[in-house]
């Protein structure tokens, strides 16, 4: 909140339960609550839509300010930059971005009950860095940036592999996001067998090893961009 531009209408891409945009209707006279299904919001400043970020349906400029928190990592890659063209079309002035940042999406991923295929933890499609963002919003500038939290969780191709055959037993089950593969509700693996307990166990070896040589970086970066 301490990065919010001055302005009069702001646009919440990804709005949810209404919990930002509540907050943003405290700084902006007209707020829009989007996302994929219509938000129920009650407040008499918020307008609540249905729509998809790649496709928004609003002129050129329509929004002082475009606000869009955990959102762009759960973008299909293929549709990323078409998604990033739109938020910066639509806004008149300033977009603000929350994503992860650098987080190594092999770390807690899942393996599905059904299809028994690997996603990513959390529905996490995409990774950011400060310098992946400039590119993705070619023209805008960085007027503002913070980091948020810390963690050093990193991994590498041999356990992560390990723990893929391992049947990812510590994987993020509790997120909201079903399987990316076949849609079903994800749920924890059954009981592992001694070979998949070996596997997990070398697994956190080489994690633990690595982990010496890994510094902290923060977890999530936002960045008021301006046109």
Not at 62 to 89: G, K, N
Request: positive net charge.
């Amino acid at each position: 909140m301490a990065l919010l531009p001055p302005g009069t209408s702001a646009l919440d891409i990804g709005a949810r339960d209404g919990f930002i945009s509540k907050l943003l209707a405290d700084r902006f006279a007209d707020v829009t609550a989007l996302d994929l299904r219509q938000p129920q919001i009650n407040h008499p400043r918020i307008q609540c839509v249905q729509g998809d970020i790649t496709a928004l349906s609003f002129p050129d400029d329509s929004f002082d300010l475009v606000f869009c928190a955990e959102v762009l990592e759960h973008i299909p890659p293929h549709l990323l930059v078409t998604a990033c063209r739109e938020l910066a079309r639509v806004a008149g002035q300033y977009v603000l971005i929350g994503v992860p940042y650098r987080q190594d999406i092999r770390v807690g991923r899942t393996t599905c009950g059904r299809c028994h295929r690997v996603s990513p933890p959390w529905g996490h499609l995409n990774t950011f860095d400060q310098p992946r963002l400039r590119e993705l919003f070619p023209g805008l500038t960085v007027a503002k940036r913070t980091f948020v939290g810390q963690t050093n969780e990193h991994t590498n191709s041999l356990s992560s592999a390990l723990m893929d055959l391992a049947g990812n037993p510590y994987g993020s089950y509790a997120q909201d996001e079903p399987c990316g593969h076949c849609g079903a509700v994800l749920t924890p693996p059954p009981p592992r067998r001694l070979w998949q307990k070996v596997a997990s166990k070398a697994a956190f070896v080489g994690i633990g090893l690595q982990r010496r040589f890994v510094k902290p970086h923060p977890n999530w970066i936002h960045l008021l961009l301006k046109k």
